[in-house]
């Protein structure tokens, strides 16, 4: 079992940045593929990155590529977005989420265990 934790959402304007953590308890946390997902206001969620057990390989949305940054610290159970030059096509409650598989996962089905999320708002 894995719980996770996000934290660092907010409200910011256009072009600005923010940094979103998700804290997670449990043992395992290194063997998990881990991933950051989002969802709007009447949309579905999606897909926004992933991240492989060690940090070595990384996948992103078309929409955030190149604008975001997924990196974990497996010795501080701690994942991390860092997002730059943020949109308000941007604004949703963003989640984090853990997969018994290792590798970069980006389908949300293959994921077991989510956060409760944290809500990011971009003013135009």
């Known amino acids: 079992q894995v719980q996770l934790v996000e934290s660092g959402g907010g409200l910011v304007q256009a072009g600005g940045s923010l940094r979103l953590s998700c804290a997670a308890s449990?043992?395992?946390?290194?063997?998990?593929?881990m991933g950051w997902f989002r969802q709007a206001p009447g949309k579905e969620r999606e897909f926004v990155a992933a991240?492989?057990?060690?940090?070595?390989?990384?996948e992103y949305a078309d929409s955030v590529k190149g604008r975001f940054t997924i990196s974990r610290v497996n010795a501080r159970n701690t994942l991390y977005l860092q997002m730059n030059g943020l949109t308000p096509e941007d604004t949703a409650v963003y989640y984090c989420?853990?997969?018994?598989?290792?590798?970069?996962?980006?389908?949300?089905?293959?994921?077991?265990?989510w956060g409760q999320g944290t809500q990011v708002t971009v003013s135009s």
């Open positions: 449990g043992r395992t946390f290194s063997s998990y593929g």
């Open positions: 991240i492989n057990w060690a940090g070595g390989s990384t």
């Open positions: 989420a853990a997969s018994r598989n290792s590798g970069v996962v980006i389908r949300t089905t293959d994921y077991r265990y």
